[in-house]
């Protein structure tokens, strides 16, 4: 009997080394399989600019990170750069599903119809869009939008320039009254608004006699425009300068100026080490490295793909200490983590004002002291631009909740538009 035992306990533990041996062989099998899948299939990338757009060059550094770190060979690997918001769009998807890519990936907000023809037109691609809004009520199983929190960078960036100010406030170089940051912007859209106004929350929480003017160019890449709108800034008492626009026009004013600047989708402290203090950007490689993996296994890719600190999509540059105040990266740390634990929160309706007028904040509604209590954004595009949801959650405005794009667009208190004509 005990030899009967002691034979079956042998037995039992041979088959279970077998089965644990045949299970870890299935996983790296499956593991092998999808590197495989990744490594076989052709990729097409469409941008709106070329190398010499911060822009641009943020994106295409992210794309060739991702395809790197799944094995993608150089020559299934096709980039389109240059290619204009209109009808170029669709012949470059034609052209590189001619060339047999099963994955195109395009980089510009106004790509977005064209990639949407696209999609109709060849079922058996996949296609994904940056910074789009139609995807969810598309229902196309082949197109997908994506973007990140950026507002959080932003956020976090505008803490640095909160930091900066206080630093020039206490040497004496301004009142704290005075205390104007100028912001160089490409149109009024949702994406703009939302990114302009965190970066004024992140500046304001720690300086909070801090107002900012806005200005905006119409373009998303005019060097001469954006350096002309940041001397205009600095000449109407502007004390530190920030962006949303993709030249080194803004930044390059400021080095010639020697005043402040906090850049966006990468450092420019080679060219400006005087002035330079951080930059957010959306790291993309993650997003890419994940619908590309997608496509190549034959899975589903999620239709509104947001990024957080937390993927490593948002992140900040190297804080630039021959500009910055001193403890600004100490800041930037604890809030970051504040930012991932959700107790800070971007836009927590606390911390700003609203003014409602007929033209002007015209869905939301505030309690006595203006404090945004609810607002109806406009997430479901449509031709009307109406609003149809309910963005105010738990006491704050619940960016990229409902989509992945931004659709804060609410004009607060504190911030002064200069020009309005770039919607």
């Known amino acids: 009997m005990k030899l009967a035992k002691k034979f079956i306990a042998v037995l039992l533990s041979v088959l279970f080394v077998v089965a644990a041996f045949a299970g870890c062989s299935g996983g790296t099998a499956e593991k092998d399989n999808g590197e495989a899948a990744s490594t076989n299939i052709k990729v097409g990338f469409i ?55 099963t994955f195109i990936f395009a980089d510009s907000f106004g790509h977005e119809d064209y990639l949407i023809e696209a999609a109709q037109k060849y079922p058996n691609v996949q296609f994904c869009h940056a910074t789009g809004t139609k995807a969810h009520t598309e ?7 994506a973007f990140a929190s950026i507002y959080e960078g932003r956020f976090l960036a505008g803490i640095a320039a909160g930091m900066k100010l206080n630093e020039m ?42 107002t900012m003017e806005v ?20 000449s109407k008492g502007c004390k530190l300068i920030s962006q949303h626009a993709d030249s080194m026009g803004a930044p390059t004013a400021c080095e010639n100026a020697g005043v402040p600047n906090v850049s966006y989708n990468g450092s420019t402290v080679s060219a400006c080490p005087n002035t330079f203090i ?61 930012l991932k634990a959700g107790t800070l929160k971007v836009y927590d309706t606390s911390t700003f004002t609203v003014t409602v007028t007929d033209g002007k904040n015209a869905n939301a509604k505030v309690d006595a ?14 031709a009307a631009y109406e609003a149809d949801t309910e963005a105010v959650k738990d006491g704050a405005f619940s960016e990229s909740e409902f989509r992945s794009a931004p659709y804060f667009d609410l004009q607060i208190d504190g911030i002064d538009l200069l020009d309005v004509n770039f919607g």
């Open 278 to 338: 951080v930059s957010s950007r959306i790291d993309w490689a993650p997003y890419l490295e994940y619908a590309i993996t997608q496509a190549a296994k034959g899975e589903k890719i999620d239709v509104d793909w947001t990024g957080t600190l937390s993927t490593n999509s948002v992140v900040l540059t190297e804080v630039n200490g021959q500009a910055a105040a001193k403890g600004t990266q100490e800041a930037i740390d604890k809030a970051t983590e504040e």
């Open 139 to 145: 229902n196309l199983p082949n197109y997908h939008n």
């Open 369 to 382: 002291d203006g404090h945004l209590t609810s607002y109806m954004a406009d997430v479901d595009t449509d």
């Open 47 to 101: 941008f709106l600019h070329d190398e010499n757009s911060t822009y641009d060059k943020n994106f295409i550094n992210g794309a060739d990170a991702a395809c790197k770190a799944l094995g993608i060979p150089a020559e299934n690997i096709i980039k389109k750069t240059n290619i204009p918001e209109g009808q170029e769009c669709l012949d470059a998807c034609k052209d590189l599903v001619d060339m047999g890519c």
């Open 215 to 234: 200005t905006f160019t119409g373009s998303w890449y005019d060097e001469t425009a954006e350096k002309e709108a940041a001397t205009k800034l600095i």
């Open 169 to 210: 406030i206490e040497a004496g170089e301004f009142k704290a009254e005075d205390a104007k940051i100028g912001y160089v912007g490409a149109f009024t859209y949702a994406e703009v608004i939302s990114g302009y106004t965190s970066f004024y929350l992140g500046a304001k929480s720690v300086c909070p006699t801090a």
